[in-house]
């Protein structure tokens, strides 16, 4: 068996496993404990390990490694305690080698030592360049939507040309949230009236706003930068449209976002915030996100009670909080028999998705991966997936350019099995948000029609194969089915 370790011969390889300890374990037994101060290389013969760090309480998956692969070096290099406990995923067997003998194989064979540490070199390089495109910044890989500074203000085209009428509604926008605003104040009137009247107010900015753009679409900049300049002190006192424009995990969509659209629990600062947090949250692009979660999770479902025998094999790609997955247990009743593997670039998605689980009392039919989709992609991802039945994004590919969408889906393709499904779900062009998300959230968005979606699987492996379109209730979201023949 190759160990993995380029530069050694494979005599230097017969020497180094001749005195190795093969040991077997277990689905979910810890191999190596995170802060273990036990000296040894670890290579993996056969089956599936999860290197995790504890992350908010919880273990949250770094990579998975399977045959070949090595852990345990950086302990060994550096006499010190384990950094990341790791765990087998599945039955694996491994070689165990300990480290005084590797110590004393390296003083006593002439050039061993020099090309065991080249080999290490070369190892700790590789994985310093796939936890550097893991850093905050880069939570989505070469995609040129994904900005974490704002949009210059001033100076846009057509901003000395902006409608009159366009003027006037803003302005009695700002007359009419003035009158709510007092009317909270006073404490005279029902809630239902003032949130009434807060909606409306908003609403009437969202349908200008969209209506003089589609009309003057070379005054776009100008008139968008016109109503978020007007309008910005108002909006941003809800608590999701704030969200939604700091991008705090530095992107619109992030887990946490996405939990509180699901939530719709109304939030802001001030007497208005969760008047407009409320108008915020019932926003046909908010429905289209909460709506996806229950489309999703029919689909597995009916895919579960399709597929026979054994356990279903479900990924989700930039998981998030996974909760179309977590609504499967909600209830306790007629679980269904699936393996999901939760892969995201967000560390703390997956520990809170992991506390979901656990609290759920299903951690066992989870894995959670912290891995770049776009890297796994390209081939330098770091999650080992075993063949599945389901593979499905809901939240990403919005965010990608149509060549990373066609790679994406050749990557689901090659990972599928014979009948597997991928599923690509992408916010569809008749969102009546768009001019909104543009221009005040700055949450630009790849929107894409039936066809389009048709088109990018049709460039891809899949081929000719037929593609199911559907759309969640408000017609907003679309979700491209295709099964692998």
């Known amino acids: 068996m190759t160990t993995g370790f380029e530069f050694l011969t494979q005599d230097d390889e017969r020497l180094l496993l001749e005195k190795s300890t093969c040991v077997t374990y277990r689905p979910g037994e810890q191999i190596l404990e995170e802060g273990s101060r036990r000296q040894g290389i670890f290579i993996v013969r056969s089956g599936l390990v999860g290197v995790e760090v504890a992350h908010l309480g919880r273990g949250v998956a770094l990579r998975q490694l399977g045959p070949g692969a090595i852990f345990g070096e950086m302990s060994f290099l550096e006499s010190a305690a384990a950094s990341a406990s790791v765990v087998a995923r599945e039955e694996c067997t491994l070689d165990v080698i300990e480290g005084p003998y590797v110590h004393s194989l390296l003083a006593s064979v002439p050039g061993l030592a020099a090309r065991f540490y080249q080999s290490l070199a070369i190892m700790l390089a590789q994985r310093l360049r796939e936890n550097t495109a893991m850093l905050p910044p880069l939570l989505v890989e070469d995609v040129p939507q994904v900005n974490r500074f704002h949009a210059a203000r001033t100076g846009q085209a057509g901003t000395n040309n902006i409608p009159p009428k366009l003027m006037d509604t803003i302005e009695q926008f700002k007359f009419e949230m003035m009158i709510a605003d007092r009317m909270v104040k006073e404490g005279k009137h029902l809630e239902a009236e003032i949130q009434d009247k807060v909606s409306a107010a908003c609403q009437t900015v969202v349908s200008a706003l969209r209506e003089h753009i589609e009309r003057e679409r070379h005054l776009e900049k100008g008139i968008g930068a016109y109503v978020f300049r007007e309008t910005f002190s108002l909006f ?69 009670r399709a597929h026979s025998p054994g356990p279903l094999l479900v990924t989700s790609l930039a998981s998030g909080p996974a909760r179309e997955l977590f609504d499967l247990f909600a209830d306790g ?151 692998k023949t």
């Not at 629990?265 to 289209?288: K, M, S």
């Not at 768009?434 to 048709?454: G, N, P, T, Y």
């Open 333 to 483: 009743s007629d679980p269904p028999d699936l393996k999901a593997t939760c892969i995201d670039i967000d560390n703390q998605a997956l520990a809170y998705s992991a506390g979901i689980a656990d609290n759920l009392g299903v951690m066992d039919r989870f894995s959670f991966a912290q891995d770049n989709a776009v890297r796994l992609a390209h081939g330098r991802g770091k999650t080992v997936l075993k063949p599945q039945h389901l593979i499905y994004t809901i939240g990403l590919t919005d965010y990608l350019r149509d060549d990373l969408v066609v790679t994406l889906i050749n990557c689901m393709y090659e990972k599928l099995l014979p009948g597997g499904t991928a599923v690509v779900g992408n916010f569809g062009v008749n969102n009546p948000n768009k001019a909104f998300m543009d221009h005040v959230l700055e949450w630009e968005l790849i929107h894409r029609s039936a066809d389009d979606l048709r088109a990018l699987f049709a460039r891809s492996k899949f081929g000719n194969t037929p593609v199911d379109v559907r759309a969640e209730e408000a017609e907003v979201n679309l979700f491209a089915f295709c099964t």
């Open 236 to 304: 941003m006192l809800s608590r999701t449209v704030d969200r939604c424009y700091t991008k705090p995990r530095g992107y619109a969509g992030d887990f946490y976002t996405i939990e509180m659209m699901y939530n719709d629990e109304p939030a802001g600062d001030g007497r208005l915030g969760r008047y407009i947090d409320q108008w915020g949250l019932e926003l046909e692009a908010c429905r289209a996100v909460k709506n996806r979660r229950s489309l999703m999770c029919r689909a597995i479902r009916e895919a579960c």
